[in-house]
């Protein structure tokens, strides 16, 4: 499925660095101290500085305008001034920003630093993502959250008053303790501070957490009996998208709500299949290579072997059949859905005729709707989202002649006409 040259690149810069580990991550983040933190970012600038070796090896394109940066973790926040601005001065000797840049910044409230707050616009910073996951100090606390719901408020005020205004909260259905009760608590909290995103996640139970370890073990600690249900958790997340909806916080992807125009570039590349590179430990990247096609690069989640250069990056090309996978179930997260016709320009008449009878089962069944000449999931759909993307996906080993077919990229020489290669 060859794509079209690309113009604008997101980044993401990986700081797996915490004060406390919270029980439900399963994020390649942890407790390190100040001297691990300096050799990081000695590490990082430097990776950063190879980018363009780097991609060449892939035979990827490697955009040199940006429009998204997003620092995520761990906590971002814990890096200095100084530390912050060696980053930011490696990308810009490699990398155009545009003038309107989205540059977000994760923090966990209570831990960002005066400094780096009041040095945020001087930086470019002009998005910040608050972990809170809770308003209610019971369950932020038995998950190992070191914030209060006050700690949140005054956080919000800081932001804004350092002159941040564009403000996202992530909060988590189903931490222990939660009831239908206190998650309306924590939904009204984030509706009335008036932030212009907001982000909800269902609990994961698996096996990277320590809660979802022992949630899978049959265990007692971190609080496991007092994680809500299955179905209690999945009324929660129907509640948020009721709430977010009436108080006009329009969800424009499965976990994403925002306020109008207030989406978050960065989070859309990636369900858009749009070029972004990401720097530093477990982070990956998804370019367009020069035979119009793609390749996904990940780095290792050991710190260690991130530090030692130990640890080579995982390069896989995407097939013109992982492509139309990730077509449509990166595309059926967003609100707006898939293109039908679109698809089929790119796949084919044949392929996508393959696709008919299990859109026409979902479509049965509720969990799909078609509006014009695109087919979206319904709410239902979100709950269910991963089987409704196994069926599609089960469609697609006898298909592959037919979408290898479709997928003839363009030559080298078409995207250096095109502008992506000097």
Not at 37 to 57: C, F, K, M, P, Q
Request: hydrophobic letters at 40%; aromatic letters at 8%.
């Amino acid at each position: 499925m060859p794509i079209s040259a690309p113009t604008t690149l997101g980044i993401y810069v990986s700081i797996p660095f915490c004060r406390a580990k919270c029980s439900y991550c399963n994020f390649a983040s942890g407790v390190y101290g100040n001297e691990r933190l300096a050799e990081y970012v000695n590490r990082l600038t430097a990776e950063i500085r190879s980018s363009s070796r780097r991609a060449a090896g892939w035979l990827a394109a490697l955009p040199e305008n940006v429009d998204s940066v997003y620092f995520g973790g761990g906590t971002p926040s814990l890096l200095s001034v100084e530390q912050m601005q060696r980053i930011l001065e490696a990308l810009q000797e490699v990398f155009s920003f545009a003038p309107q840049t989205e540059m977000t910044l994760e923090c966990a409230p209570g831990q960002l630093s005066d400094s780096l707050l009041q040095a945020l616009p001087r930086l470019g910073i002009n998005r910040v993502s608050l972990g809170v996951q809770s308003f209610v100090d019971r369950e932020a606390a038995a998950v190992g959250r070191l914030h209060t719901g006050a700690v949140v408020l005054a956080e919000i005020a800081r932001l804004r008053g350092a002159g941040i205004d564009e403000i996202n909260v992530d909060l988590i259905a189903g931490l222990p303790h939660q009831t239908m009760a206190s998650w309306r608590t924590s939904l009204e909290a984030a509706i009335a501070t008036g932030v212009s995103h907001l982000s909800v996640y269902m609990l994961d139970v698996d096996e990277d957490s320590r809660l979802g370890r022992e949630m899978l073990a049959g265990g007692a600690r971190y609080g496991v009996g007092l994680v809500p249900r299955e179905a209690t958790i999945a009324d929660m997340y129907g509640e948020a998208c009721e709430r977010f909806s009436q108080a006009s916080i329009a969800q424009y992807e499965i976990s994403n709500f925002a306020r109008t125009g207030h989406e978050s570039r960065h989070n859309l590349k990636y369900w858009t299949r749009q070029p972004y590179v990401g720097f530093g430990l477990d982070a990956h990247s998804f370019l367009h290579t020069c035979d119009g096609n793609a390749v996904r690069v990940g780095t290792t989640d050991d710190l260690t072997k991130y530090l030692d250069h130990s640890a080579r990056e995982t390069v896989t090309s995407v097939s013109a059949a992982e492509a139309i996978e990730e077509a449509w179930f990166l595309g059926l997260r967003l609100s707006a859905g898939v293109s039908l016709l679109a698809m089929e320009q790119n796949i084919g008449h044949t392929a996508m005729r393959a696709f008919q009878p299990v859109l026409g089962v979902c479509e049965q069944e509720g969990l799909l709707t078609r509006d014009g000449d695109s087919v979206r999931l319904t709410q239902p759909g979100r709950l269910f989202a991963n089987e409704v993307f196994a069926r599609f996906l089960s469609v697609l080993p006898a298909q592959e002649d037919f979408i290898r077919q479709a997928s003839a990229g363009p030559k080298l020489q078409d995207l250096k006409n095109q502008g992506v290669f000097a």
